[in-house]
Each structure stands twice: as structure tokens, then as C-alpha cells.
């Protein structure tokens, strides 16, 4: 079965600096997706970025991007030039390959609440 | 506009009532999922379905039931046998079940149990 394990339950930044939060995950698969979503205070999951598993290039967008590192199982994820509006969960979910022998459920992480300070 | 709506936003139940939630999408997604979610932990699946008329268990199924008569609707009954259902509840979509579409979600449901 995948586990994913975040390994920073909570985690804080100043606005404007740039901040690392860990994943790593436990899997025999090889071909899988890796997501990090965010929870705000409002509740609603919003993707923020996902990789798939065959590409070698790290996925960015805008001011986030991971370090995605296949050997080793990690998947961390960067956030740069921190924001307020940063502030929330965010959980990071891994996912296998469609096949006709597994339901495609995400496996998720217990999150880390990130705490942006002015 | 696109999306995934689930109501109602809160709701409470009494000791041995069944309650159901409504999770709705106008996406065209042909495969949703319930999650459970309890505070300071991560997501848990309960049921999914990849096509209308068909539904699988997930992880923590006990206690809960699914309908899915249409695509874009895919309720939550929490039955008297869940033990103990006060949660926050997710609901989410993806285009097609199985393939690497990312699930996209619901704004969520606040069950609490008097």
C-alpha cells in the first residue's frame, strides 16, 4: 500500500522569503502522479501544482515549484516570494497510474500548516 | 461557471438519523469521490465511482452509502451505524476514472453529531 508521509506538522515564514515543505512517500509503483494541494481557512482543496512521475523536469507554477527526486521517494515543494495568502494546509497526495486492476484513489499526507507572517 | 457544489455546508444530526449529502458537478467528470477529513489529518477515501451505476468501497466505507443514478450527481448517505460520523466531508471530481486527470473539489460539509 502508498503511504505518504509530511514530516512538519506545522512550518513558518516571513512574508517575501521563500519556504521548503517535505514529502516523502512509499510506493513499488513506478509510473504515478504526485500533488500538493492547499486548505485555506475556508476549507476548499485548491491544486497547486502536480508531477507526473516519468518526467525528469520539476514541475513549477508561478512563485511554486518541487523538487521531485524518484530514487529517493521525495517530492518536496518550494514556495517563493511567501505571500499572506499563503497561510493555509497544504497536503501532499500521490496517486498510481490508471490500470484496470486499482480504483486510482489518492493517497494523502496529514499536512503541514504553514503559518506567512508580515 | 464550471464547478463542483456540495451542501449544505453545515449540517447536524441526531444520534440514529441518517443524513445525506449532495455533491453535484457540471464538468462532464465521469468519476467522484467522497473523502473524510478529521482534524489535523490528512484525506481518507470512503467510496468512488468512475461511472454512473457503478460505485467501489474505499478505506473507511462502514457505516456510509453512495448513489450514483446520474454523472454529474454523487450523494453521501452517513448512516446510524457510523459510530462516529462528526467530520468535515469532501467531495471531488475527475474527468476520467482512472486516467491522470487531478481531482478537483467541493468546498466541503460540516457534519457534527448532537
Known amino acids: 500500500a502508498q503511504t505518504v508521509t509530511q514530516s512538519q506538522p506545522e512550518m513558518s515564514v516571513q512574508e517575501a522569503e521563500t519556504v521548503t515543505l517535505s514529502c516523502t512517500y512509499d510506493?513499488?509503483?513506478?509510473?504515478?502522479?504526485l500533488f500538493w494541494y492547499k486548505q485555506p481557512p475556508s476549507r476548499q482543496m485548491i491544486l497547486v501544482i502536480r508531477?507526473?512521475?516519468?518526467?525528469?523536469q520539476n514541475a513549477t507554477e508561478n512563485r511554486f515549484s518541487v523538487n521531485f527526486q524518484k530514487a529517493a521517494k521525495s517530492f518536496s515543494l518550494k514556495i517563493s516570494d511567501s505571500q499572506l495568502g499563503d497561510t493555509a494546509m497544504y497536503f501532499c497526495?500521490?496517486?498510481?497510474?490508471?490500470?484496470?486492476?486499482?480504483?486510482?484513489?489518492?493517497?494523502f499526507g496529514a499536512g503541514t500548516r504553514l503559518t506567512v507572517k508580515p | 461557471d464550471g464547478g463542483i457544489t456540495q451542501s449544505p455546508k453545515y449540517l447536524f444530526r441526531k444520534e440514529g438519523q441518517n443524513v445525506t449529502l449532495s455533491c453535484e458537478q457540471n464538468?462532464?467528470?465521469?468519476?467522484m469521490y467522497w473523502y473524510r477529513q478529521d482534524p489535523g489529518q490528512g484525506l481518507r477515501l470512503i467510496y468512488y465511482?468512475?461511472?454512473?451505476?457503478?460505485?467501489q468501497k474505499g478505506d473507511i466505507a462502514e457505516g456510509y452509502s453512495v448513489s450514483r443514478e446520474k454523472k454529474e450527481s454523487f450523494p453521501l448517505t452517513v448512516t446510524s451505524a457510523q459510530k462516529n460520523p462528526t467530520a468535515f466531508y469532501l467531495c471531488?471530481?475527475?474527468?476520467?476514472?482512472?486516467?491522470?486527470?487531478?481531482?478537483?473539489f467541493g468546498p466541503g460539509t460540516r457534519l457534527t453529531v448532537l
Open positions: 510506493t513499488s509503483e513506478n509510473n504515478y502522479y
Open positions: 508531477q507526473e512521475a516519468y518526467k525528469q
Open positions: 497526495a500521490f496517486m498510481k497510474q490508471w490500470g484496470l486492476d486499482n480504483n486510482n484513489d489518492m493517497r
Open positions: 464538468l462532464n467528470h465521469d468519476a
Open positions: 465511482s468512475q461511472i454512473v451505476n457503478d460505485f
Open positions: 471531488a471530481s475527475s474527468s476520467q476514472g482512472g486516467s491522470t486527470d487531478t481531482q478537483y
